[in-house]
């Protein structure tokens, strides 16, 4: 992604304004992409906090299932008793009228034959229902086990986040008030520098106290290989009349994010595949562009870092 970025920009600088427009729709077919996939990485994180209230629900309802059958059990087990109490009266009642009452005594007998067949139904169901007993707890204790992991899983990951996000503020704490920003939300990391820090006006060219928070950045980011970073630069809505190499904002963007990704690139321990770069132009505002102050604030570059949940996944799919 980053070579084809690389090779855009060279095009540009080689082609006429016609070219330009040409790649300016090329750029914005790949911006698209990557925001496709970005908000299908947010859809993912959402759909996995869905499926894990989701379980916790149907935990929740096989406990229930559990106590029923715990409570159909003891009735069960107390009509048993009772049973067996009068089959036990029934004997002594048949020795008292043995004597007395050959009628009375096939009476008793007959009674006896039909009790001793209750008993016996009884046993048999007690016996089923303690099976299927059996078959819930299993059952129970797999899925609390399987939530249990998934749970262990999100607060690690979580907690490794908060860790990072700790990790690149330390970093960065000599650019506090500079026009840098660290926080985490939804399970990211955002990283907001605006352009004073980095780049002059109409320029996408890194000064040096911008690149020197970037390479102190990419020391952290290559301490943790299993993240995800997205370089997204962003305009306030004033047009772009600067190089008439490039389209206009969006373009400029563009070209900032990806000057970004050449300084990360410089650390030979970030995976390359772990970057993307985008370009969002004057379209994702953060403050209002009728004052200096929020157009200030709408010029930046946004390092979002996203886990990655593969290990999510595999849980939920042996669940």
Same mark, same amino acid.
């Given at each position: 992604?980053?070579?084809?970025?690389? !090779?855009?920009?060279?095009?540009?600088?080689?082609?006429?304004?016609?070219?330009?427009? /040409?790649?300016?729709?090329?750029?914005?077919?790949?911006?698209?992409?990557?925001?496709?996939?970005? #908000?299908?990485?947010?859809?993912?994180?959402?759909?996995?906090?869905?499926? /894990? @209230?989701?379980?916790? %629900?149907?935990?929740?309802?096989?406990q229930l299932e559990y106590?029923?059958?715990?409570?159909? !059990?003891?009735?069960?087990?107390?009509?048993?008793?009772?049973?067996?109490?009068?089959?036990? +009266?029934? #004997?002594?009642?048949?020795?008292?009228?043995?004597? +007395?009452?050959? $009628?009375?005594?096939?009476?008793?007998?007959?009674?006896? #034959?039909?009790?001793?067949?209750?008993? =016996?139904?009884? =046993?048999? $169901?007690?016996?089923?229902? *303690?099976?299927?007993?059996?078959?819930?707890?299993?059952?129970?204790?797999?899925?609390?086990? #399987?939530?249990?992991?998934?749970? *262990?899983?999100?607060?690690?990951?979580?907690?490794?986040?908060?860790?990072?996000?700790?990790?690149?503020?330390?970093?960065?704490?000599?650019?506090?008030?500079?026009?840098?920003?660290?926080?985490?939300? %939804?399970?990211?990391?955002?990283?907001?520098?605006?352009?004073?820090?980095?780049?002059?006006?109409?320029?996408?060219?890194?000064?040096?106290?911008?690149?020197?928070?970037?390479?102190?950045?990419?020391?952290?980011?290559?301490? +943790?290989?299993?993240?995800?970073?997205?370089?997204?630069?962003?305009?306030?809505n004033v047009p772009y009349?600067?190089?008439?190499?490039?389209?206009? %904002?969006?373009?400029?963007? @563009?070209?900032?994010?990806?000057?970004?990704? +050449?300084?990360?690139?410089? *650390?030979?321990?970030? %995976?390359?595949? *772990?970057?993307?770069?985008?370009?969002?132009?004057?379209?994702?505002?953060?403050?209002?562009?009728? @004052?200096?102050?929020? /157009?200030?604030?709408?010029?930046?570059?946004?390092?979002?870092? @996203?886990?990655?949940?593969?290990?999510?996944?595999?849980?939920?799919?042996?669940?």
């Amino acid at each position: 992604m980053i070579k084809r970025i690389s !090779l855009i920009s060279l095009s540009l600088l080689l082609c006429t304004s016609c070219v330009s427009k /040409k790649i300016y729709t090329d750029l914005e077919d790949k911006y698209a992409n990557l925001k496709k996939e970005n #908000r299908s990485l947010s859809d993912d994180l959402s759909l996995i906090s869905k499926d /894990k @209230t989701k379980l916790s %629900n149907d935990l929740d309802k096989l406990q229930l299932e559990y106590d029923k059958a715990a409570r159909e !059990l003891s009735q069960l087990s107390s009509n048993y008793n009772a049973t067996k109490s009068s089959l036990d +009266n029934l #004997r002594l009642s048949y020795d008292a009228l043995e004597e +007395n009452s050959s $009628a009375s005594i096939t009476a008793n007998s007959k009674k006896n #034959r039909e009790l001793l067949a209750q008993l =016996e139904t009884k =046993e048999q $169901a007690l016996a089923l229902e *303690n099976k299927r007993l059996g078959e819930l707890r299993d059952e129970l204790d797999k899925r609390s086990k #399987r939530v249990a992991e998934l749970e *262990n899983v999100i607060a690690t990951k979580d907690a490794n986040m908060r860790a990072l996000k700790d990790a690149i503020s330390k970093a960065l704490t000599n650019f506090e008030g500079k026009g840098l920003t660290v926080e985490q939300r %939804n399970g990211k990391v955002y990283i907001s520098m605006e352009n004073k820090l980095l780049f002059q006006s109409g320029s996408w060219s890194v000064g040096s106290e911008g690149r020197k928070a970037v390479q102190q950045l990419g020391s952290v980011l290559a301490e +943790n290989p299993e993240i995800a970073i997205l370089i997204e630069g962003h305009t306030d809505n004033v047009p772009y009349k600067g190089n008439a190499q490039l389209s206009g %904002n969006w373009d400029l963007s @563009t070209k900032r994010a990806t000057a970004i990704v +050449n300084i990360l690139r410089e *650390n030979s321990s970030i %995976n390359p595949e *772990n970057l993307t770069a985008a370009g969002r132009g004057e379209f994702a505002p953060i403050g209002s562009n009728d @004052t200096s102050e929020g /157009k200030a604030k709408n010029r930046r570059i946004e390092v979002i870092l @996203t886990p990655k949940l593969d290990e999510i996944s595999k849980l939920l799919n042996e669940i």
